[in-house]
């Protein structure tokens, strides 16, 4: 499946735009590939970060186009979670058993040097990062049990990352937000827990004791 949304546009309009494309099967996901290298090869390259969002379903030859192209993947992590998408789940069903290994590549893009922007997808799944943050380590389900295709678990340092300065990257706004770094707008967030000193499956019992925003605290535990 292929969606196109608006992206982000220059004055002159869809010169110079920015391409959001929702790929869910590896086919749709090659298509949109396709398409960024040949426009790359007819207009020529610039820092496009065109996106493709989900990437669900990835054949392991055009991993390396992510990072070739400059496309971000932009991808949510809580999808790949066996009580969501996994073995006996629609998704796993229909794509089938021989195709399970393509399945969220999260790892791959990484290691083919591709930027990862985390996001829920809300409402298919929930808002709450930490969620996202635990599924994209353990790719397990909520209630735990066996990981499905724990090859493409990613570290805690680089679904942070995902959710931050990757994101902000995907939309032009890494020299303003997405880390805690001079210059930039005070947005943080102070968790109960150091989630580095955590053992992974346990991430989800820690909570927002403060939230920042440019720099003025909107919000504190009681």
């Not at 992206?7 to 396709?34: E, I, K, M, N």
């Not at 922007?117 to 735990?144: H, I, Q």
């Not at 005070?186 to 927002?208: I, M, Q, Y």
Request: glycine content about 12%.
């Amino acid at each position: 499946m292929i969606a196109i949304c608006p992206g982000v546009s220059s004055p002159d309009g869809w010169a110079g735009s920015t391409a959001f494309v929702h790929a869910t099967g590896d086919r749709g996901t090659r298509t949109v590939l396709d398409a960024v290298e040949h426009t790359r090869r007819v207009n020529g390259p610039r820092d496009a970060r065109h996106q493709v969002v989900h990437v669900e379903c990835l054949d392991p030859a055009y991993v390396p186009c992510f990072a070739e192209l400059g496309v971000v993947a932009c991808m949510q992590p809580r999808h790949c979670s066996p009580d969501i998408a996994g073995p006996g789940k629609d998704w796993a069903e229909a794509v089938g058993g021989q195709r399970w290994s393509k399945a969220w590549p999260m790892r791959s893009l990484q290691d083919a040097g591709a930027v990862l922007a985390f996001s829920s997808d809300w409402n298919v799944a929930e808002m709450d990062p930490l969620v996202g943050l635990y599924t994209a380590v353990t790719r397990r389900g909520l209630a735990g049990g066996e990981p499905w295709m724990p090859g493409e678990t990613v570290s805690l340092a680089a679904a942070l990352r995902g959710y931050t300065l990757g994101s902000a990257y995907a939309n032009f706004l890494d020299d303003r937000l997405g880390s805690i770094t001079p210059g930039k707008p005070g947005d943080l967030v102070l968790l109960s827990e150091d989630l580095f000193a955590l053992d992974p499956k346990t991430c989800l019992g820690a909570r927002v004791d403060l939230t920042v925003v440019g720099g003025e605290a909107v919000h504190r535990a009681g």
